[in-house]
C-alpha cells in the first residue's frame, strides 16, 4: 500500500513538474526541452530499479519535489519582480495611492 502513495505522489509531482515546464516555455511543447527529457529518462529509470539502488527509497521522489520546489520558486520571483520592477513612486504618488492629497503650493499674486 506504502508503494502505491509513492507511487501516485510520484505521478503527481511528475505532472507538475511538466505544468512548471509549460511556463517556462510557454510557445513549445515541454517534450523539446532538454529539461523535460532528463526527468522523463530519471523517472524511467527508477520506474523498476528504485528498490535495488543503494539509495533511500524515495530519494528520486525527494529530488523531482525539490526539482519542483526550485522552478516554483523561480518562475514566483520573476512574476514579483514583473510587478514590483517600475522602481520607486513619486511622493504626489505615494499620497494618492493612500487615499491622500498633497496641499497646493501657495499662489503669489
Known amino acids: 500500500m506504502a508503494a502505491n502513495v509513492a507511487k501516485g505522489e510520484a505521478l503527481q509531482v511528475l505532472r507538475s513538474l511538466i505544468r512548471e ?3 517556462v ?3 513549445t ?3 523539446n526541452l532538454m529539461a523535460y527529457n532528463y526527468v522523463i529518462e530519471k523517472y524511467k529509470e527508477n520506474h523498476v530499479t528504485q528498490d535495488q539502488v543503494c539509495r533511500p527509497r524515495n530519494a528520486m ?3 523531482a519535489q525539490t526539482y519542483l520546489c526550485l522552478l516554483q520558486s523561480t518562475r514566483e520571483c520573476e512574476e514579483l519582480q514583473n510587478v514590483y520592477r517600475r522602481g520607486e513612486r513619486s511622493v504626489e504618488e505615494s ?3 493612500v487615499g491622500l492629497a498633497l496641499p497646493k503650493p501657495p499662489t503669489n499674486s
Request: positive net charge; hydrophobic residues 25%; charged residues 35%.
Open 95 to 97: 499620497a494618492r495611492l
Open 25 to 27: 516555455k510557454p510557445d
Open 29 to 31: 511543447s515541454p517534450r
Open 61 to 63: 521522489l525527494h529530488n
Open 21 to 23: 515546464f509549460r511556463h
